[in-house]
């Protein structure tokens, strides 16, 4: 290709992705303590509910930078930088994980993060965030191969999610909503594939190979099968994703036809409706008022009347206990945090 990778540039890029195995190293200490901290920023941003906390998170966080060691390993086909950025990707990985369950459990909120909206954009990925992860992907791996416009990488970092879904991820299971925290980590992994395929693609479009054969980089032979597993893996990710859109499109008609009803229990008892949403079929609905509280039984009555007896019911009294009013039935539970 045209304008492709020479000798300097590979060394460069080899400078940038690949991180030194020793632990007092300069590249190894800088990756961990900006993890550490990219960590614990976004997950105080996501109990404060702070985008701009969490954005800044996603400019510190380091995580990108062995992802695109991972593809330029398989390009390369340099299995010794491969296994060992794989491993740092999956030990930041549960690092951020590890410090977001910490935090949760020293602030853990008695509505089990609910209603809290950095958590609610992450717990549901879809097709389309697999579309905008490969267009990023695509722009972080042609922003290394071209110096000129290395002054993207800052908006890379903030339009790829990395460490804020592992944060949400470690928060949710101090809180035991072990679904919504595998859909936080979905979202995190659909990233990873589109990061590692993009970056493959364009690095060998690039000529990455033949520069990194004249600087006298370790070079293997590279095979099709590579490129196959790489599309298998995110097409595998793509099954899920695919579940996602259609259940974040029903869950959306179940929250609008819930609202109404829930408008007018609340409204009969002077009460107000905070919020109302569905996930994964469960309607999730924060309401507030002053004493006597309403009789969830009552509300749960109302669905089943307006055509939606087959959605559990969760009802967060705010300043309250929240109550789980499942479907077919005509009782509810109190529950100290949200749904497991």
Same mark, same amino acid.
């Given at each position: ?84 950025? =794989?491993?740092? /990707?999956?030990? &930041?990985?549960?690092?951020?994980? +590890?410090? @977001?369950?910490?935090? !949760? ?9 609910a209603s809290n909206s950095q958590v609610s954009s992450r717990i549901s990925p879809r097709l389309i965030d697999l579309l905008a992860a490969l267009a990023t992907g695509t722009v972080g791996a042609f922003a290394l191969v071209r110096t000129d416009i290395s002054d993207t990488l800052p908006g890379v970092a903030i339009a790829i999610s990395l460490v804020p879904p592992l944060a949400v991820t470690g ?21 990873? =594939?589109?990061? /590692?395929?993009? &970056?493959?693609?364009?690095?060998? +479009?690039? @000529?990455?190979?033949? !520069? ?129």
């Open positions: 290709m045209t304008g492709g990778v020479d000798a300097d540039a590979a060394r460069r890029m080899r400078d940038a992705l690949f991180i030194e195995r020793k632990w007092r190293s300069r590249s190894s200490t800088r990756f961990w303590v900006l993890l550490v901290l990219a960590a614990v920023i976004a997950s105080a941003g996501v109990v404060g509910d702070s985008t701009a906390t969490v954005i800044g998170a996603m400019i510190v966080a380091p995580l990108m930078t062995p992802i695109l060691g991972s593809a330029l390993s398989l390009v390369l086909a340099d299995r010794e930088h491969l296994v060992r950025s =794989a491993l740092l /990707v999956l030990g &930041g990985a549960a690092a951020v994980v +590890l410090i @977001g369950m910490l935090l !949760g459990w020293v602030v853990s909120p008695p509505d089990a993060f928060l949710l299971i101090t809180v035991h909503r072990y679904h919504d925290a595998g859909e936080s980590a979905l979202l995190f992994a659909t990233n990873v =594939a589109a990061i /590692v395929a993009t &970056g493959t693609v364009v690095f060998l +479009l690039y @000529g990455v190979r033949a !520069g990194a054969g004249e600087a006298g980089m370790t070079v293997g032979t590279f095979r099709g099968a590579t490129l196959v597993a790489v599309g298998a893996v995110v097409l595998l990710i793509a099954v899920p994703l695919t579940a996602g859109t259609l259940s974040v499109a029903n869950d959306r008609a179940l929250a609008a036809d819930a609202q109404p009803v829930a408008e007018r229990w609340a409204a009969d008892r002077s009460w107000q409706i905070a919020s109302v949403e569905a996930r994964n079929g469960i309607v999730v609905i924060g309401v507030l008022g002053l004493p006597p509280q309403p009789a969830p039984t009552a509300l749960r009555a109302a669905l089943d009347r307006n055509g939606m007896q087959d959605a559990d019911l969760e009802l967060h009294l705010v300043g309250g206990r929240t109550h789980w009013c499942p479907a077919d039935s005509v009782t509810c539970t109190t529950r100290e945090s949200g749904r497991s």
